[in-house]
């Protein structure tokens, strides 16, 4: 009896470490301590789901399938078994499926946020949109706190053309979540996308300064600022840069230099592949002939050796400035 008891008290230290590591994002820590303590109760639904999540979070998505799916054979009224289907078919863009486990896991618990977070996405790429903001507006009115509530709201909206409506739960996520790179770059998306390009651009560099070594917020910076200078006469682009904040006006001056380096070394590298093809065309037609190949084999080692060399440089370039803009 004793025995039995320690069992349990083990188990359950074991299943809150995994829980521990799971919420720090430790997920492959977390999988042996859960399957620990699935070995010791294997007809546990919670832990399979708890699996299914932890896999999911490592992109391991067939065998998080596996996991929710025995949850939901040894519980079919699970709604967290249903949840994580739902999303693993919403990432897969089996949106039929997604739709059904959704459904089935808001008719198990009507106000959980989460599931109607999920109803939302999965009533959204349904085609069903009236329905998919009421349940994004439900899920609001029960957690008014969460700004990945907001920011679904607003990604919706702004995917239905309601800009204005967009723009203010953009506004409302960023009050609760001020650091996130997301919310900034698209509500500097939903401004510009309303000709607010100087607020727009003051968000997007905060997206940048956030995540510096995102690519993507970096390139929706530099061609927000570009495109609106190129729509503006010659004489009076400088001007309208001028009118920038200066951190925006250093951000595109840095890229278009950047930019400029980069075009001039992927030019030089794809000149330089050429040569080589040629080059390595010519050795074989050379050694077909039976002609004197030393002098060739001596050309195009020099020629793949700019070629690398050049491709090295693009790389530490890019690593540089990477490097550059994390320490700014």
């Given at each position: 009896m004793n025995d039995e008891a320690d069992d349990v008290r083990l188990t359950a230290r074991t299943s809150d470490q995994a829980e521990a590591?799971?919420?720090l994002g430790r997920y492959e820590q977390a999988i042996p301590l859960l399957s620990k303590s699935l070995a010791e109760t294997p007809d546990d639904d919670r832990l399979h789901c708890r699996?299914?999540?932890?896999?999911f979070s490592?992109?391991?998505?067939k065998k998080s399938e596996d996991f929710a799916q025995t949850a939901l054979h040894l519980n079919p009224n699970s709604d967290h078994a249903h949840f994580r289907l739902a999303w693993l078919y919403l990432r897969s863009h089996h949106f039929h499926l997604a739709h059904k486990h959704a459904l089935a896991a808001i008719a198990i618990?009507?106000?959980d946020s989460s599931n109607l977070y999920t109803l939302a996405w999965a009533e959204y790429h349904a085609g069903q949109y009236k329905k998919s903001l009421a349940a994004a507006e439900r899920a609001i009115q029960l957690n008014p706190d969460n700004a990945d509530l907001h920011e679904l709201m607003a990604d919706m909206l702004f995917n239905m053309d309601r800009k204005k409506q967009a723009e203010i739960h953009y506004r409302e996520a960023l009050r609760h979540d001020p650091d996130n790179a997301s919310?900034?770059?698209?509500l500097g998306e939903c401004l510009a996308s309303q000709h607010k390009v100087y607020e727009a651009s003051e968000h997007m560099l905060a997206a940048v300064k956030i995540e510096p070594g995102e690519e993507h917020y970096r390139n929706s910076l530099f061609k927000l600022v570009h495109h609106e200078l190129m729509d503006m006469p010659l004489q009076s682009r400088e001007t309208g840069l001028s009118k920038l904040d200066p951190s925006v006006q250093h951000f595109y001056e840095n890229e278009l230099a950047r930019g400029g380096k980069f075009e001039n070394l992927?030019?030089?590298s794809i000149a330089t592949m050429w040569l080589l093809i040629m080059a390595l065309l010519m050795l074989f037609f050379a050694w077909i002939t039976g002609e004197d190949l030393r002098k060739l084999t001596m050309f195009v080692f020099v020629i793949a050796t700019v070629y690398i060399a050049l491709f090295v440089m693009k790389l530490v370039f890019k690593y540089v400035a990477i490097r550059k803009n994390n320490n700014r």
């Open positions: 590591l799971m919420e699996l299914a999540d932890a896999y490592l992109e391991n998505y618990d009507p106000d919310i900034h770059n698209n992927r030019i030089g």
